[in-house]
């Protein structure tokens, strides 16, 4: 099993900044790659961006140039910085995490881009 916990959320005028975290503890030696997704209300979740343990990355289209996903490996702990937020990037961000056969979910945590 994999616990998954994240912070940094909160409520940021568009334009600004936020820093998600995701600290994953228990059997994380069978994780092989990482990622954050978000679900705006009504609509689906979506996939932001992934990290691999080799450290290959990708990006949703929609925030790219603008989000960076990084990962500590001694802290066990994912990031998502993400700058020159907008106001459709409002959803509650929930952090990823896939085992060999099965994958993890954190609680989310919620972003709210005023405009």
């Known amino acids: 099993q994999v616990q998954l916990v994240e912070s940094g959320g909160g409520l940021v005028q568009a334009g600004g900044s936020l820093r998600l975290s995701c600290a994953a503890s228990?059997?994380?030696?069978?994780?092989?790659?990482m990622g954050w997704y978000r679900q705006a209300p009504g609509k689906q979740r979506e996939l932001v961006a992934h990290?691999?343990?080799?450290?290959?990355?990708n990006y949703a289209t929609s925030v790219k140039g603008r989000f960076t996903i990084s990962r500590d490996n001694v802290e066990n702990t994912v990031y998502l910085q993400m700058n020159s937020l907008k106001p459709e990037d409002t959803a509650v961000y929930y952090c990823?995490?896939?085992?060999?056969?099965?994958?993890?979910w954190g609680q989310g945590t919620q972003v709210t881009v005023s405009s």
């Open positions: 990823h995490a896939n085992g060999p056969a099965v994958g993890y």
């Open positions: 228990g059997s994380i030696f069978s994780i092989n790659a």
């Open positions: 990290i691999t343990n080799g450290g290959s990355t």
